[in-house]
């Protein structure tokens, strides 16, 4: 049983275009995040919701924008993608906000060409 | 803020031989600590956690690290290695009530037969 699932695993798109990727978890959490990891295998985190709310915005541009339909999503759309956008896009999710550890899904990996 | 260190990029071992990264961390209270590892093209895993009370923790797949306040770490240890644990080590730390985590740029681990 896949915990924290995300979908597609892979994109390949070219500049300008629009694009969702989804996740979904399992294990009844309540906070479901989204990280960036770049090309230098860099993690940074990017949002964080609890219980359908907008806890965390980590100066993402406003082409980026989550939404959350449950607690048990957590959708990214990302607008007019650009190169700089290519990176593999973790969702990751956690019981509650006590910072207690999170749970990673697979990963999307982004291109755009 | 927070920060988190790994001061090896890139460490080779030989299979059977005994395993430490370190993990430095900057943080003015008590962190929470945590080590994932990522295989290649796959998500994070959860490898071990710290919170509080026993500093030595043991982890999944026979991993254990060590919280040292004094010296600000957080390294990670395996005995003897195996083959299967080539992959990337991030090491990450957060606090409490705070929903994320802060992640160290990873050290790359390479086993040679």
């Known amino acids: 049983d896949t915990a924290v699932s995300q979908t597609p695993k892979y994109l390949v798109t070219q500049m300008g275009n629009d694009k969702s990727i989804k996740c979904e978890q399992n294990l009844g959490h309540d906070t479901m995040y989204w990280y960036k990891q770049d090309s230098k295998k860099f993690l940074k985190i990017m949002f964080s919701y609890n219980n359908k709310e907008l806890i965390i915005n980590e100066t993402v541009p406003n082409r980026f924008s989550p939404k959350s339909p449950d607690k048990a999503h957590l959708n990214l759309h990302i607008n007019s993608l650009e190169l700089g956008d290519s990176a593999v896009y973790f969702c990751?999710?956690?019981?509650?906000?006590?910072?207690?550890?999170?749970?990673f899904g697979p990963g999307t990996r982004l291109t755009v060409t | 803020a927070q920060s988190v260190t790994q001061p090896d990029i890139h460490i080779t071992v030989s299979e059977g031989a005994s395993l430490e990264l370190r993990c430095n961390y900057s943080?003015?209270?008590?962190?929470?600590l945590f080590w994932y590892v990522q295989s290649p093209g796959q998500g994070l895993q959860l490898l071990l956690k710290y919170f509080s009370g026993d500093t030595l923790v043991q982890g999944i797949k026979g991993f254990e690290a060590e919280f040292k306040r004094s010296q600000s770490s957080f390294n990670l240890r395996k005995p003897s290695v195996h083959w299967s644990d080539a992959a990337e080590y991030f090491c990450?730390?957060?606090?409490?009530?705070?929903?994320?985590?802060?992640f160290g740029q990873g050290t790359r681990l390479t086993i040679n037969p």
């Open positions: 943080y003015g209270a008590t962190p929470y």
């Open positions: 990450a730390v957060g606090r409490q009530g705070a929903q994320k985590l802060v």
């Open positions: 990751a999710s956690s019981h509650d906000v006590s910072g207690r550890g999170q749970y």
